[in-house]
């Protein structure tokens, strides 16, 4: 997925945080962001292997858009954006959102709101007619902050390990 | 996304579905079956032009898999795979799925059992660590069926109109 970015979002007292499209060097601070996380912390490995090779992944598919942001040189928030074709709706793009991120110690302070108000934004721009996402259980004050920004809680997650 | 299909699928009472790749041509019973459900039924159009232009788009992209299932010559199902690569998980690759139809008058006939195992297999095939579907909260009798089969929901689908 190629873009307008980078892109200034705002928080409050005026932080500027710049996003732009995640390169390979990210990849060590994207995954301390990643585990930067009370539910998914322990999922995270300390071998950064397969995250490179997971990158370059991501990196060689049109229809994702990994995105970084930083503050002062450091990477603070992150999130996936993933363009899926379908037949559904007469055919309409469907937007999925995944692995949003903001570092522990900045979160509550409006820059997880700018980057998921970037993010339809930045879907809707290629053309999607529906965004989606989902959120553990768990996290209730995620399921709070969706629904202040507009999104429904329509949906069960169903998941499986395979 | 290539595969190893056509594959039979086994209902009860011996009934024997052919799972092989959506082509073009099913296109128009592919919009039927989706529109054969009542929650989505409001959502599909007659039109089918827009519907060819988003298959072909399915078709081209190597991260889709758009299956359909025939008895007797006729579609009786349907589902969309799509593999997303992340970082999360130590890279993992995440398996979706997407539009899952079986044919009203052939329910709980074990059709949609075996498409979803079979679905299951396919991503770990194509190394998925994990799958996952969103399914509207109003289809108490699918939560119920994905349950049977091992998935668990563990997650709230959020959903926004862009």
Known sequence: MTDALPTEL???????????????????????????DAISSGRESDDLAPYQAAFARIDGDPGQLLVVGE???????????????????????????????????????GIGEAMMRW?????????????QLTTDKRRLGAHRFYARLGWVASHEGFKIQL
């Open 119 to 131: 993010a339809a934004d930045a879907l809707r721009a290629r053309g999607c007619a529906v965004a």
């Open 71 to 109: 503050l002062e040189e450091a990477l603070v928030c992150t999130l996936q954006l993933t363009v899926i074709p379908g037949l559904a709706r007469a055919g309409a793009l469907r937007g999925q959102v995944e692995a949003v991120r903001v570092r522990s110690d900045l979160r509550s302070q």
């Open 10 to 36: 705002m928080g409050r007292d005026g932080m500027q945080v710049r996003l732009r499209r995640a390169v390979a060097a990210d990849v060590p601070g994207l995954v301390r962001l990643l585990a930067d």
